[in-house]
């Protein structure tokens, strides 16, 4: 078992599809109505949209002092690596973290949770028998952790990793409204 525990903040690296953690460095939302991408500036910002994003879609004017009219934050295109949620995923519990970490090879995301002790779960049974075994967490559900991890976008993959079983290498992106999207490291210098 390999840890380190990294935060999801700036990691710009070049793609020496290497020894890199890959982890989410910006995160971004669809508007609803524009289309258009909204920096989302904090995870916890990030996860309590991403949890509701159903129930109350996300729009533009969410975001303070910014309107449909507004320039996008940001372009959904290959200059970095983008992965999108599904939307609902529940919010992480106070004192947990959350963890997303691109495979090297850029072929899908893990997921991974610290407790506020510092240990990792990875899997659904880990958080299980940690809450078993650690009654002080009584008020956390296992239902509050997932291990959904978000889809990784094959049209924003670096040319240079070798993707498997690809064939139509065609553009064609579809945006999915309503959605909350994450978007990983990997971008220019
Ligand atoms: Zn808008």
Redesign the pocket.
């Known amino acids: 078992m390999e840890d380190k525990q990294e935060t999801p903040k700036t990691a710009s690296k070049k793609s020496r599809a290497g020894e890199a953690i890959r982890s989410i460095d910006t995160y971004a939302a669809q508007?609803e109505?524009?289309f258009?991408w909204r920096v989302i500036t904090t995870p916890e910002e990030y996860e309590e949209i991403r949890s509701k994003i159903t129930e109350k879609p996300f729009?533009?004017s969410n975001k303070p002092g910014v309107s449909?009219q507004d320039p996008a934050d940001i372009e959904y295109d290959a200059s970095r690596v983008w992965v999108i949620d599904r939307p609902g995923i529940p919010k992480t519990p106070e004192g947990f973290k959350r963890s997303l970490v691109l495979r090297k090879d850029f072929s899908k995301m893990d997921a991974y949770y610290i407790t506020p002790t510092g240990k990792k779960l990875r899997t659904r049974n880990e958080v299980a028998s940690f809450l078993a075994a650690n009654p002080e967490y009584s008020d956390v559900s296992l239902s509050d952790f997932t291990f959904t991890v978000p889809k990784v976008m094959d049209d924003t993959i670096p040319e240079d990793v070798i993707k498997k079983g690809s064939a139509t290498g065609d553009g064609k992106k579809k945006q999915k409204t309503s959605k909350a999207v994450t978007e990983a490291g990997t971008a220019k210098d």
């Open positions: 508007c109505k524009c258009k729009v533009c449909c």
